[in-house]
């Protein structure tokens, strides 16, 4: 049966008049596919969200919820909120357990492949691609966020909210991209990816678990700018909106090691319980974000032994930020904003295999992980929690992508109207599935999984199409049944190929044919640490060496 | 460092006058490995369980607790009481799951890599290679397990339980290998694995998932033996201890299908609940055992559509399975005995993989499924309820072997008494562990995985060492990691690899070395089905036909 190509634009015309908003927030295609299918309940379903958080508001004084937002890096789906699967792996996470019982599980949490995308999204509530922003960069590399994206905490600074961010950042090194200066009122941030700062140092040398310059006579190395010396590199800045930016942890001279990887760690644990003491404090309903570096960890030299049966170099540090989160918990109950906070807390995508076993993490129920297009490289952990709102021990079994959190939040915090209407924004408002916990509800039930800047997989429902590299049939691409196939390892191979590859090539046709409206657009580039006050020489040294690897002759 | 090889008989002698007992029940050498280091603690642990046995008792008229004992076929690790893990896989089993809440999960419970050897070990509590019973068999097979075997129902019965059997039984089809000549006061069992009785037959040629003879005109088959007719096999029988033993499925020229597998299978479970109602009326303390032959299914024909949204052939019967014992449970609230009965629910190996992933269930958390010595093979979901004696929402991390069921029933049943002391017993006294949640009371931390006569892997610890091929020198075997490696697919490659292999080698060879006292034997031999009161002419064929191909000249 031939069908004609669907173009969303009688979509979104039919579906106009029953939108409530005159300017509503423009979205990617298979919105309104679903959309032309359940405006009517939508429109219900927004009259009961809005009663839901008036009634709340009121209750809270006028007063939308705080939002306490918590991503950790590198964590695959299962290693938090379900003791048999600690138990089986020789750890406890007993804090974030107990904090999964009291809220509801995204069971079906979506992330982007890497941590820069995953991050990137949930901020702007936009695929990376689309500003391009889809890849990982351990180095230095001058690019990084445009400044033009309007970020979570730009959207929920214009409906009152007092804004501040901690830990891990990753979403460039040229000043335009850094926290402080993308919407948030204060940020400490580390401005590269952490694995670097701890890989790339003189402990990581001890245990020959390092490419950095050796410190034996290493007389057949004479590219010094081949192998990085991370500890050349910015590593964590420190400022407000508007403000000086200074570097905190290294001074001039100074060497990166494991112990300061540490310090920095629990400085940020420690700077987070001060921010939420601040800002409880306020008058204002706050937005702080946690997104700490462990579990990341990848040296034993200088540290004390196994902290847990598993004894895993992550898994380890997995039970340390169990205990710091439970730290952060306590202290919210004590500061009594336990119950008009929503806390978040999800992993950014999934395993870093490349670690494996030694992490104390391998893949486990879905197959692959961090970069992969497996579901083990996408699938991750996630709660949130929000008393008398959303179901206590709850699951929600919806496809979840991480930038519908940008778009949810933005709704919870009643501002929706801040967000952009000048471009395309991906993530969809899920207020309704999540206050009702109810998948029938959910407005998304398909993602598109980018590697970079290349479409890999497509997921609808349960059918997951592994997209086939360009030029070749998309009829033979194989299908996967990821209810009975969690690891994509046994292809789907009846009729449904056929017709499957037909009907996904038609969401990628649609969702390209929507990026000639709304064309990607290219990240901001410039100069590596820019904007600094405190620049360290050898940092200098380090954008010096970044310039002429960048500039030297191409062809 | 050289160590001399370790004989047990010091360390039996050495125990011996700390042992309560006088004549104690004989173990494996392992056992005495730990109880010469915890001889202490194991007498105040064993006097605390008495204790509690006795207050229990007490408040229970004086009766030791029922025993109402569920195994399920095929079913692995993760399949019940996660729901997380129900929901990505796209269905539900909701009693179970709630069950698994009011009960302890054995998080670390050994079975057997198959059907018949992981019953054998719980119904013997021993090693089913000591009999000859490690082999599945599916075919008519004239051996099964020899009545000299003193199997658990004829223990309880001697402290006064009244038993019977329900469901699969698959031990062998000779008479005195059959629940109601080995010692249950009734049983209504099915003599065959049940895949045969699926798969030989008309709606499974339909679907042309069949070996069995085609209905075509099939000239090129001559050899009519070759191929089973399923339908002259035995299928279930039902009789009383001493008493005449009758089929009851099926009548002279009837043809088994998939309809009669579905009767079969409600039969059963109406037959447990009756069983369950009459024994609760009774004055004895009941040991009731229900081994359903589903989730096990294999043909789409004649049957309704998917009953999930995961529709596999196995996980549709998952769910009815999960109906069906929350009917059970219900009853014994509504019976009164849910308070004094202890309820143990697991699965007997893993999935069955070859038919994945059209069951719904495909390998996971662990490599690999039935038949297989990987954890995929022999980890099974299980656990174990008794209010107020065992925790509520527990969980035992220490290693269980199906086997030490056998053992702990008889201590909870106040028989250990009757347990045979002329024999090894490989199953030990796990009551102090689940009594008081305390893995440190665990009388094992190993486990020898045999497949078929064949010692294939040894697990101790969190460490597993897969067994070379006879000839190859251990200390290059293969290790692995189960706390960062679940699925054994990262062998550690450090020192351990030559220590470990050498201190495994030791634990087989005091196994190996006990045996010399207590030597393996085989199992019963004899004629198929001799004993069936009802036997029809279609089935004294088959028997014909089995002896042919018995003594059909070997050389």
Same mark, same amino acid.
């Given at each position: 049966?031939?069908?004609?190509?669907?173009?969303?634009?009688?979509?979104?015309?039919?579906?106009?008049?029953?939108?409530?908003?005159?300017?509503?927030?423009?979205?990617?295609?298979?919105?309104?596919?679903?959309?032309?299918?359940?405006?009517?309940?939508?429109?219900?379903?927004?009259?009961?969200?809005?009663?839901?958080?008036?009634?709340?508001?009121?209750?809270?004084?006028?007063?939308?919820?705080?939002?306490?937002?918590?991503?950790?890096?590198?964590?695959?789906?299962?290693?938090?909120?379900?003791?048999?699967?600690?138990?089986?792996?020789?750890?406890?996470?007993?804090?974030?357990?107990?904090?999964?019982?009291?809220?509801?599980?995204?069971?079906?949490?979506?992330?982007?492949?890497?941590?820069?995308?995953?991050?990137?999204?949930?901020?702007?509530?936009?695929?990376?691609?689309?500003?391009?922003?889809?890849?990982?960069?351990?180095?230095?590399?001058?690019?990084?966020?445009?400044?033009?994206?309007?970020?979570?905490?730009?959207?929920?600074?214009?409906?009152?909210?007092?804004?501040?961010?901690?830990?891990?950042?990753?979403?460039?090194?040229?000043?335009?991209?850094?926290?402080?200066?993308?919407?948030?009122?204060?940020?400490?941030?580390?401005?590269?990816?952490?694995?670097?700062?701890?890989?790339?140092?003189?402990?990581?040398?001890?245990?020959?678990?390092?490419?950095?310059?050796? $410190?034996? $006579?290493?007389?057949?190395?004479?590219?010094?700018?081949?192998?990085?010396?991370?500890?050349?590199?910015?590593?964590? +800045?420190?400022?407000?909106?508007?403000?000086?930016?200074?570097?905190?942890?290294?001074?001039?001279?100074?060497?990166?090691?494991?112990?300061?990887?540490?310090?920095?760690?629990?400085?940020?644990?420690?700077?987070?319980?001060?921010?939420?003491?601040?800002?409880?404090?306020?008058?204002?309903?706050?937005?702080?974000?946690?997104?700490?570096?462990?579990?990341?960890?990848?040296?034993?030299?200088?540290?004390?032994?196994?902290?847990?049966?598993?004894?895993?170099?992550?898994?380890?540090?997995?039970?340390?930020?169990?205990?710091?989160?439970?730290?952060?918990?306590?202290?919210?109950?004590?500061?009594?904003?336990?119950?008009?906070?929503?806390?978040?807390?999800?992993?950014?995508?999934?395993?870093?295999?490349?670690?494996?076993?030694?992490?104390?993490?391998?893949?486990?129920?879905?197959?692959?992980?961090?970069?992969?297009?497996?579901?083990?490289?996408?699938?991750?952990?996630?709660?949130?929690?929000?008393?008398?709102?959303?179901?206590?021990?709850?699951?929600?079994?919806?496809?979840?992508?991480?930038?519908?959190?940008?778009?949810?939040?933005?709704?919870?915090?009643?501002?929706?109207?801040?967000?952009?209407?000048?471009?395309?924004?991906?993530?969809?408002?899920?207020?309704?599935?999540?206050?009702?916990?109810?998948?029938?509800?959910?407005?998304?039930?398909?993602? +598109?999984?980018?590697?970079?800047?290349?479409?890999?997989?497509?997921?609808?429902?349960?059918?997951?199409?592994?997209?086939?590299?360009?030029?070749?049939?998309?009829? +033979?691409?194989?299908?996967?049944?990821?209810?009975?196939?969690?690891?994509?390892?046994?292809?789907?191979?009846?009729?449904?190929?056929?017709?499957?590859?037909?009907?996904?090539?038609?969401?990628?046709?649609?969702?390209?044919?929507?990026?000639?409206?709304?064309?990607?657009?290219?990240?901001?580039?410039?100069?590596?640490?820019?904007?600094?006050?405190?620049?360290?020489?050898?940092?200098?040294?380090?954008?010096?060496?970044?310039?002429?690897?960048?500039?030297?002759?191409?062809?």
């Amino acid at each position: 049966m031939k069908r004609a190509k669907l173009s969303v634009l009688p979509l979104i015309l039919a579906a106009q008049p029953l939108w409530a908003e005159s300017d509503p927030i423009k979205h990617d295609s298979e919105y309104y596919i679903l959309f032309s299918q359940h405006a009517e309940q939508w429109a219900d379903d927004d009259a009961a969200v809005d009663q839901r958080l008036a009634e709340f508001k009121e209750k809270n004084g006028g007063k939308p919820p705080n939002i306490f937002s918590i991503l950790i890096d590198d964590l695959g789906f299962g290693d938090m909120g379900i003791p048999e699967l600690n138990a089986i792996r020789g750890y406890d996470t007993p804090n974030i357990n107990d904090f999964s019982d009291e809220g509801l599980r995204m069971v079906r949490m979506y992330t982007e492949p890497s941590c820069t995308p995953t991050r990137v999204a949930q901020m702007t509530g936009r695929l990376p691609v689309r500003m391009g922003m889809g890849d990982t960069a351990v180095d230095i590399a001058g690019f990084g966020l445009p400044g033009s994206e309007v970020i979570l905490p730009e959207v929920l600074k214009q409906a009152g909210y007092a804004t501040s961010h901690v830990g891990k950042w990753h979403m460039g090194d040229v000043a335009e991209s850094w926290a402080m200066n993308q919407g948030f009122d204060y940020a400490q941030m580390a401005v590269h990816q952490q694995g670097q700062l701890t890989i790339f140092n003189d402990d990581a040398i001890k245990e020959q678990v390092s490419v950095a310059i050796q $410190d034996y $006579d290493d007389k057949y190395t004479i590219d010094g700018y081949f192998r990085p010396d991370a500890s050349t590199m910015m590593t964590v +800045i420190e400022g407000e909106a508007g403000g000086p930016i200074n570097e905190i942890r290294m001074a001039p001279g100074e060497r990166w090691n494991a112990q300061k990887y540490d310090e920095m760690n629990q400085a940020f644990q420690d700077k987070t319980m001060e921010e939420l003491q601040r800002l409880a404090a306020g008058e204002e309903p706050f937005f702080l974000q946690y997104w700490p570096m462990i579990p990341l960890d990848n040296t034993r030299a200088g540290r004390d032994g196994p902290q847990s049966a598993n004894g895993g170099l992550y898994v380890d540090k997995m039970q340390l930020l169990d205990q710091w989160l439970g730290d952060l918990f306590s202290e919210m109950d004590r500061l009594g904003v336990a119950e008009n906070t929503i806390v978040v807390v999800m992993g950014d995508n999934g395993h870093f295999t490349k670690y494996s076993p030694q992490s104390g993490f391998t893949p486990m129920i879905f197959k692959g992980g961090k970069a992969e297009t497996t579901e083990g490289g996408v699938r991750v952990d996630a709660f949130i929690r929000w008393p008398g709102m959303i179901e206590a021990d709850g699951l929600l079994n919806s496809i979840v992508h991480v930038s519908d959190l940008y778009t949810t939040f933005a709704r919870f915090a009643g501002a929706v109207q801040y967000i952009p209407r000048d471009r395309l924004v991906d993530g969809v408002d899920q207020s309704a599935a999540l206050l009702f916990s109810d998948e029938s509800k959910a407005r998304r039930d398909s993602v +598109i999984i980018y590697s970079a800047d290349q479409p890999k997989a497509i997921v609808k429902d349960q059918l997951k199409l592994k997209l086939p590299p360009k030029g070749e049939n998309p009829i +033979i691409a194989k299908f996967y049944n990821l209810y009975r196939d969690t690891r994509e390892e046994y292809p789907v191979s009846t009729e449904v190929g056929a017709w499957g590859g037909q009907e996904f090539v038609r969401i990628l046709s649609r969702h390209q044919a929507r990026k000639e409206l709304f064309p990607d657009t290219p990240p901001a580039f410039g100069l590596p640490y820019e904007g600094v006050e405190n620049m360290r020489p050898e940092t200098k040294q380090a954008v010096d060496a970044f310039i002429v690897r960048r500039d030297s002759p191409k062809q």
